[in-house]
């Protein structure tokens, strides 16, 4: 569950970063995430209150991780798609991955990420994963920026993650 939710964090924090396109919508966000691996669970959703000042925190917290774990981390952007490269130490485990996240403007997007583990972390040898935001409206009455709903239906704020009060 961390490195899928890892995963959503790098794709949303790389579309906050990048300048060549616009930012995604501000309001409420619902992403589904699917991991391909042979004890994965049925696709999780997810939904997050989402405005510019929270895109920009966790593209700094995103690129502050990478540069202390990442020996390489390569983001190219062209027209309406992201792609990344990189090779993290996550602890003795190396992780290689690769992902491609398409935009549809700055409503929706749809993400494709495979990662390798050597040596495998917690079993796990290599990852797939699937991840499709959108945006669905205005964030609901008393969520503050930053809030995500998990899975389970607990609340929890990215800027409290990431050591910042609301």
Known sequence: MKTALAFALFAVAAVAGAQDFPKLKAGL???????????????????????????QEMYKMSTGMMSGMCSKHDIKVTAGKVTTHANCDLGVTR???????????????????????????????ES????????????????????????????????????RKN
Not at 29 to 54: F, G, H, I, K, N
Not at 97 to 120: C, I, K, R, W
Not at 134 to 155: E, F, I, R, Y
Request: one cysteine or more; proline letters at 5%.
């Open 128 to 163: 797939n994963t699937v991840i499709d935001g959108k945006h669905v409206g205005a964030c609901k009455s008393g969520q503050q920026p930053g809030d995500m709903t998990l899975p389970g239906g607990n609340t929890i704020n990215i800027r409290q993650m990431m050591g």
């Open 29 to 55: 966000w619902e992403v589904t995430m699917a991991t391909a691996r042979s004890d994965a669970q049925a696709p999780r959703l997810t939904t997050m209150c989402l405005d510019d000042s929270v895109q």
């Open 95 to 125: 992780m290689q991955s690769q992902s491609v996240m398409t935009l549809t403007g700055n409503s929706a997007y749809h993400t494709e990420a495979h990662a390798t583990f050597d040596p495998p972390m917690n079993g796990m040898k």
